[in-house]
């Protein structure tokens, strides 16, 4: 083979892996991105649920926390009030 017949070669090869590149991978590439994209909304969807149930979680852990702490012993006792009352 010729020197000279080989850079030609070349140069046409090179240019058919480009346009087979661009036509088979690149939509490849595009639809895992959108696949990666898609993914990462569900996740920021589903981390923002947690974030809103913790949320609801946490107050009502706080209304019971201060129930307990500011009629703690006068819960008690009007407990036991009922557990005395007879039943209508």
Request: overall charge negative.
């Amino acid at each position: 083979m010729e020197p000279g017949l080989l850079i030609p070669i070349l140069g046409i090869s090179c240019g058919l892996v480009a346009i087979v590149g661009g036509v088979f991978f690149r939509p490849l590439f595009k639809l895992w991105e959108r696949r990666m994209e898609i993914d990462a909304q569900r996740t920021a969807e589903k981390a923002a649920q947690y974030a809103a149930q913790t949320e609801r979680l946490e107050q009502r852990v706080q209304v019971l926390e201060r129930i307990i702490t500011d009629r703690g012993m006068g819960l008690a006792d009007e407990i036991e009030k009922l557990r005395d009352a007879p039943l209508n």
